[in-house]
Every structure is written in C-alpha cells, then in structure tokens.
C-alpha cells in the first residue's frame, strides 16, 4: 500500500512540475510573434490560464493527500521499531551506570618509550 501511495506521489509532483512549465506567464505576450498565440483556441475562447490552472490545483490537492497518507505511515512505521528489539534509552543509561571500571586502556606511568633522534631541527 505505501509503495502505490509513494508511486501516485511522484507522479503527481512530476505532472504538478509539467504544468507549472505549460502554464503562460505574465510576459507571455513575446511568444504571440513566434506562433504561440494561436494555442490559446484550444482550450476554449477563455484561454488555457483556467483549464491549466484547475488541474494544478487538483494535482496540488492529490500531492497534499499522499504526503499526509505517507507521514501517517512513517509514523505508523515509527512506532513500531520499539518492537524490533531495541532497547529503549533507559536500559541503555542503567547498564552504562552499572560498568565500574572503564574498558578504555589507560597510560601507565613511567613507562615511556625514548624518543629516537632525528634529522628534524629543535629549538632549545
């Protein structure tokens, strides 16, 4: 089920995408002298601004609708890992309070290695 809401998303965001690119602008007016006024009897005596418009706005609302239908799921999907076997943070907290002694490995004192000479100058 979620696989075919997330399919409809995208599809609806790409068809949201390609109308937007359709739709005439405010300086539309230019491409009249290269053929494209004559596209706007296609759509009726109104224009192609209305009809584009509406669909956009009906793709817009489909978008809406699976966002919401895939966040529900991934909060359904969310509440769910508590049953996977992942202890929750306040095990995690008690058993790192019970450890006594660190498992990092501490420097011993006195122990230093010499320093090897060096073709490096030093300051003194």
Same mark, same amino acid.
């Given at each position: 089920?979620?696989?075919?809401?997330?399919?409809?998303?995208?599809?609806?965001?790409?068809?949201?995408?390609?109308?937007?690119?359709? $739709? $005439?602008?405010?300086?539309?007016?230019?491409?009249?002298?290269?053929?494209?006024?004559?596209? $706007?009897?296609?759509?009726?005596?109104?224009?192609?601004?209305?009809?584009?418009?509406?669909?956009?706005?009906?793709?817009?609302?489909?978008?809406?609708?699976?966002?919401?239908?895939?966040?529900?799921?991934?909060?359904?999907?969310?509440?769910?890992?508590?049953?996977?076997?992942?202890?929750?943070?306040?095990?995690?907290?008690?058993?790192?309070?019970?450890?006594?002694?660190?498992?990092?490995?501490?420097?011993?004192?006195?122990?230093?290695?010499?320093?090897?000479?060096?073709?490096?100058? $030093?300051?003194?």
């Amino acid at each position: 089920m979620e696989t075919l809401v997330l399919i409809v998303h995208v599809l609806l965001a790409a068809g949201i995408i390609a109308l937007v690119l359709l $739709q $005439q602008g405010k300086g539309a007016e230019a491409g009249a002298s290269f053929g494209a006024g004559a596209s $706007q009897t296609v759509f009726g005596s109104s224009g192609s601004t209305s009809f584009l418009a509406r669909i956009t706005g009906v793709l817009a609302t489909g978008l809406f609708v699976t966002s919401f239908l895939l966040a529900m799921a991934a909060k359904e999907k969310a509440d769910t890992v508590g049953d996977a076997g992942i202890p929750a943070a306040e095990v995690i907290e008690s058993r790192a309070a019970e450890v006594t002694e660190p498992e990092l490995p501490t420097l011993e004192a006195g122990k230093a290695e010499p320093v090897p000479e060096s073709d490096i100058p $030093q300051a003194d």
